[in-house]
């Protein structure tokens, strides 16, 4: 089962304004990281945020991470068409010799040019 | 550097049938992971290798079963398939697999009828 629940589900703005996702994990993390994935194909990695960190920026993209909600958020500025994507959180969880990845269900946004 | 790459990209097999899917990482990364990405189940994991040895496993049954080369390369495959096993297959790759980014392959689409 997947470890991360995503807010919204879908997400559809006009080119220009801004777009935030939200996501919320279980357990205790390593770290959370951000991925887009364009209809069906393969995933981009957009940033990676350590549990100590609580704010990271990359480009138009902001993410902050609150590990006493168990929550982060990705903030992508002045959106353009070709944002339009899934976006997915993924969490690390804290346990020493397990790299795998726990998704999130994935935010649809659609930026309207 | 090139990027994580996966073969075939595209496969139709029929129900008891059995499949192999090959990823190929990024020139010196250690670690390979395999998801699992359906409409229903999202993005699930499957396994992780390093430096050939099985280091994590998913909950997935005895049927998917993968391995690791000398060269980094891994194969996964899946016996007696199911209709169910229609899916994304997605491979990624990280340098040591300790809390690093992992960076993913376009995927293999594998429809079962």
């Known amino acids: 089962s997947q470890q991360g629940e995503e807010d919204p589900q879908a997400l559809s703005i006009q080119e220009g304004e801004n777009a935030t996702m939200n996501c919320s994990y279980k357990?205790?993390?390593?770290?959370l990281q951000w991925y887009r994935q364009n209809s069906g194909r393969g995933l981009v990695h957009l940033i990676l945020i350590r549990s100590n960190e609580r704010e990271k920026h990359s480009g138009r993209l902001r993410v902050t991470l609150d590990t006493s909600k168990k929550s982060s958020s990705l903030l992508i500025t002045a959106s353009r068409a070709a944002d339009t994507a899934s976006y997915f959180c993924?969490?690390?969880?804290?346990?020493?010799?397990?790299?795998?990845?726990?998704f999130g269900t994935g935010t649809r946004l659609t930026v309207i040019p | 550097k090139a990027g994580v790459t996966q073969t075939p990209r595209y496969l139709i097999k029929t129900r008891g049938q059995q499949v192999t899917l090959s990823c190929s990482p990024i020139s010196g990364h250690r670690s390979v992971s395999w998801y699992q990405q359906t409409p229903g189940q999202g993005l699930q994991f499957l396994f992780e290798y390093f430096s050939e040895t099985q280091r994590n496993k998913g909950n997935f049954p005895g049927r998917f079963s993968g391995r690791q080369f000398s060269n980094s390369r891994s194969e996964m495959n899946v016996s007696t398939l199911e209709l169910g096993d229609s899916a994304l297959y997605l491979c990624a790759s990280s340098p040591s697999g300790r809390g690093d980014t992992q960076y993913f392959g376009p995927g293999t689409r594998l429809t079962v009828l």
């Open positions: 357990t205790s993390i390593n770290n």
């Open positions: 993924a969490t690390r969880a804290e346990q020493t010799g397990a790299n795998n990845l726990f």
